[in-house]
């Protein structure tokens, strides 16, 4: 039988495992926001849109609320849910099927600097309109146009807003 005692330094051990491992979550989850908000803000976007594509960032990739927990992004480093391109540089591979129903394939990358090349590219080519903006429905109108996602605006809107306050600068 096991003493009462042994039961609460079991409980203790398990307390400090578990709030161990929040903490590596935390810092891991805040590297991930600094490199991808330095790597916009070093693009030249500014600081609201850096920002969002942080927001952006933790939107997709999260499960259950948690940013950067999909499978996407722990097995292919692919932060935003992009596309394979055959012949990209930066992508190392197929990451899989999508699930949209059109046969597309998600894309892999060695890295999430490597994912930020991309994801830098893509912004650039269409500054001209998220240059101008400067709300998150905006953003998600944006990208809405750019056909990024299914989703309602307002849907994918009220999804960036959850991230987007908490986002580290």
């Not at 051990?13 to 903490?23: F, G, N, P, W, Y």
């Not at 499960?63 to 722990?74: K, L």
């Not at 129903?101 to 269409?126: E, F, P």
Request: charge should be positive.
């Amino acid at each position: 039988m096991i003493s009462s005692s042994n039961t609460i330094k079991w409980l203790l051990i398990s307390a400090i495992i578990l709030i161990c491992s929040i903490l590596i979550k935390l810092r891991r989850n805040m590297s991930h926001e600094r490199l991808i908000f330095d790597r916009c803000r070093k693009a030249g976007f500014s600081n609201f849109l850096a920002k969002a594509i942080v927001a952006q960032s933790k939107h997709e990739t999260a499960i259950h609320g948690v940013p950067y927990m999909s499978r996407q992004f722990i097995v292919n480093n692919n932060a935003f849910g992009y596309g394979r391109i055959k012949g990209d540089p930066d992508q190392i591979g197929d990451g899989g099927l999508h699930g949209e129903g059109d046969g597309g394939h998600y894309a892999k990358y060695q890295s999430l600097d490597k994912c930020m090349n991309d994801v830098i590219q893509w912004y650039t080519k269409r500054i001209h309109t998220f240059s101008a903006v400067n709300d998150l429905t905006g953003f998600a109108n944006g990208l809405k146009n750019y056909h990024y996602y299914t989703a309602p605006v307002s849907e994918y809107a009220n999804g960036l807003n959850h991230y987007y306050s908490n986002v580290i600068t």
